[in-house]
């Protein structure tokens, strides 16, 4: 497991162990948690909560972002400072950590979590999908509901009847609260600096927005 704001990998799955679905255990030099979600209370072995990290690989802070540095970064019970991944997962009573969803991305509709990338998956799946974003749209009776922004291999294709076989196409793999109701199709979508797509951008763009 790696991501930015830690330099380089910071858990990985030891030579000799193998445990199905877990992303491993921490680097010598780095210490990990389960943490109860945007709190420093650390959770027992078994619950699930936002993993956190510590330790040389743990970066300063953004640059010129010290909102974003302070959500990010906060210095624990034990007086050392702690990044929250926004990852949410588990740690198992022998130390591997497993990781559930990026947490900032879970959708709540009508009560029931949708994870956003299971959803894209899916819609990649589809001969015509180039990429995929997957957004949570507010909506007065759902709370939120699900709403993919897609980019076709071929714009040509873009119609109503397209995006209604895509929803249907969703509806036969997909749980009903997580197929999503409408379709936007674009002929790009916005990319954050290091290339992943920006989807707080799409988010945004929908916040002010009625149904």
Request: with cysteine.
């Amino acid at each position: 497991m790696g991501l930015t704001e830690a330099v380089t990998a910071i858990m990985a799955m030891p030579l000799t162990e193998y445990r199905e679905g877990s992303i491993g255990v921490p680097f010598p030099d780095m210490d990990a948690a389960i943490c109860r979600y945007r709190t420093t209370e650390e959770l027992p072995a078994g619950e699930e909560g936002e993993i956190c990290v510590s330790g040389p690989a743990v970066m300063l802070g953004y640059l010129e972002d010290p909102a974003a540095t302070r959500e990010a970064l906060k210095v624990h019970a034990d007086g050392r400072t702690w990044l929250h991944t926004g990852d949410l997962g588990r740690r198992d009573t022998d130390g591997f950590f497993y990781f559930t969803v990026r947490a900032k991305r879970l959708i709540k509709s009508s009560g029931v979590n949708v994870y956003p990338a299971q959803v894209e998956a899916v819609l990649r799946e589809h001969p015509l999908v180039a990429d995929a974003c997957v957004i949570g749209v507010p909506d007065p009776a759902q709370i939120e509901r699900v709403k993919g922004v897609l980019v076709l291999k071929d714009p040509a294709q873009e119609s109503a009847a397209t995006a209604r076989a895509l929803i249907d196409f969703c509806a036969e793999r997909l749980i009903t609260w997580s197929r999503p109701r409408e379709i936007e199709f674009r002929r790009v979508l916005p990319l954050t600096h290091i290339g992943k797509v920006d989807y707080k951008v799409l988010v945004a763009e929908h916040t002010d927005k009625t149904p």
